[in-house]
């Protein structure tokens, strides 16, 4: 880029209409590993292909995708730091919900609050933007729940007059730009490989809402294994989480895929590109190194 | 309502809430709340908070009033920011948040009851200390010692809208016989799927009516 000047504060506009700052927190995250989130039809996958920046650190530790509340979760791509204030606000946000309304965040509305703060960031010059893209991942209870800390429950036969034909509650995924744009999303992905990411979870058509949140998350370590590089990047760590419904594996809430299950993934995934790889190489010829 | 020496108000009423319809009658497609009390006043101690969201007060008037408008604000506010009406356990949640961590100094008894579409009809009561219970019917104010009685043996699950509303009506008018401090009219809203309908009964006519005109 030309230098004008226009780049270095942020919250200042350029001529032709750009937020610099705002530009050059998207290429952190350009950096980042890929993170990947997929709302699959009774629950949510989040994966995130963690860098090993040292064989000094401990496996399995440095976790990259947090908790905020017992059901959504969320996973961050770009600036470290960055992404732990994020998490750190996003965890007052569910807790004051809870606070004041007793019941547990709605994921569309912490996206929005959120998506608000990242906003915010991007007003003022003594500030300077996220450098994240976030993903965040949640499950609304399709069951009525009580008021936090309430006594007794009513009458035996439930209340009338409802209107059984509601649907609420469910699956939620939303992803949080550096610019503090959000859409909802079927399958959302961010990072380094989030091209071929994004490629990937397109095939899967999300939006039938047929795949299950098993095959959500066999998907989500092949798309992770896709789009890391061997032959450029480092090695890397596979860390993924997941949210069900009620009647699914996790009754609703956040948790860390199982050990065993994400290991049978991973060996899914490798399986799968290595089949890839012998196609490429009947078809091209050319020997591809591990 | 007789004046206490602290110059505060002493209770003034009654306040029953009851759940419900029995499905499979004729109403069936609709949850009902009835939340009656007594009082001498016109507007009377039943406040909407929200359209299908009523609040009914006993204990300081002055109180009462006080968190019943925060929570009507807040509400209010709710309803404008997240684009959905609010539920009645949120209403009930901010009652409780503010009656609680604020015991020492309110004198509220309060009995939050509502309608939405997802949870149907509902009854909660806070009483003085700022405990949250769900419960079938609530009933509270200085007539409702009284009333005990009546209303566990009358009450039934699955009344009719006629049925809860004569309901109400019987334990009011015996609380109102026994307690020298309860008195006057009948106050009462029904809330359904339709709205919220008001009813009096006035005593001139041993509150037959005129009910809901």
């Known amino acids: 880029m030309v230098r004008t000047g226009y780049d270095l504060s942020n919250s200042v506009f350029s001529p032709d209409g750009r937020n610099f700052q705002v530009e050059y927190a998207t290429k952190a995250v350009e950096n980042g590993g890929t993170a990947i989130g997929i709302r699959c039809k009774d629950g949510v996958v989040l994966a995130v292909e963690k860098i090993i920046t040292s064989k000094l650190l401990k496996p399995g530790t440095n976790k990259r995708i947090a908790t905020v509340d017992k059901h959504v979760g969320v996973v961050s791509s770009g600036l470290v730091p960055d992404g732990r204030h994020f998490v750190s606000r996003a965890r007052d946000e569910a807790s004051s919900w809870r606070r004041f309304i007793k019941s547990p965040i709605p994921t569309s509305i912490i996206a929005s609050r959120l998506g608000s703060y990242v906003q915010m960031y991007t007003l003022y010059s003594s500030v300077r933007p996220f450098g994240v893209t976030t993903i965040i991942g949640g499950w609304d209870s399709e069951e009525e729940l009580p008021v936090d800390g309430q006594v007794g429950s009513g009458p035996k036969m439930g209340a009338g007059g409802k209107d059984e034909s509601l649907r609420s509650g469910g699956p939620g995924l939303y992803m949080i730009e550096p610019s503090g744009l959000y859409w909802g999303y079927y399958g959302a992905a961010t990072g380094k490989g989030r091209q071929v990411a994004k490629g990937e979870l397109e095939k899967l058509n999300l939006q039938n809402g047929t795949l299950s949140l098993l095959e959500g998350v066999k998907e989500a370590a092949r798309i992770i294994y896709v789009a890391h590089d061997d032959s450029k990047d480092k090695d890397f760590e596979l860390e993924m989480t997941w949210i069900s419904g009620k009647d699914g594996p996790t009754k609703g809430r956040h948790e860390e895929v199982p050990a065993k299950l994400r290991e049978e993934a991973e060996k899914a995934a490798k399986k799968a590109l290595e089949g890839e790889d012998e196609e490429d190489d009947s078809s091209k010829g050319d020997k591809m190194e591990e | ?213």
């Open chain 2, 1 to 213: 309502m007789d004046m206490r020496k602290t110059g505060m108000l002493n209770e003034d009423g009654i306040h029953i809430d009851m759940d419900h319809l029995k499905k499979g009658e004729v109403n069936a497609d609709r949850e009902l709340r009835i939340q009656e009390r007594t009082a001498e006043r016109p507007l009377g101690p039943t406040l909407p908070i929200e359209s299908r969201i009523s609040s009914l007060r006993s204990g300081s008037a002055a109180d009462t009033q006080a968190v019943a408008d925060i929570v009507q604000y807040n509400l209010e506010q709710f309803g404008v920011e997240y684009d959905m009406p609010p539920t009645t356990q949120t209403a009930a949640a901010m009652f409780q948040e503010l009656c609680y961590h604020n015991k020492d100094r309110l004198s509220a008894g309060m009995i939050i009851a509502g309608y939405d579409p997802r949870h149907g009809g509902q009854v909660y009561s806070i009483p003085l200390g700022g405990s949250l219970h769900k419960q079938s019917y609530a009933i509270g104010g200085s007539g409702s010692t009284y009333i005990y009685g009546y209303c566990d043996a009358n009450w039934r699950e699955g009344m009719t809208e006629e049925e809860g509303v004569n309901f109400v009506k019987g334990a009011l008018q015996e609380a109102i016989k026994w307690d020298g401090s309860s008195g006057g009219v009948i106050r009462m809203v029904v809330l359904t799927a339709k709205g919220a309908v008001r009813h009096l009964y006035l005593p001139d006519n041993g509150y037959t009516g005129p009910g809901t005109k």
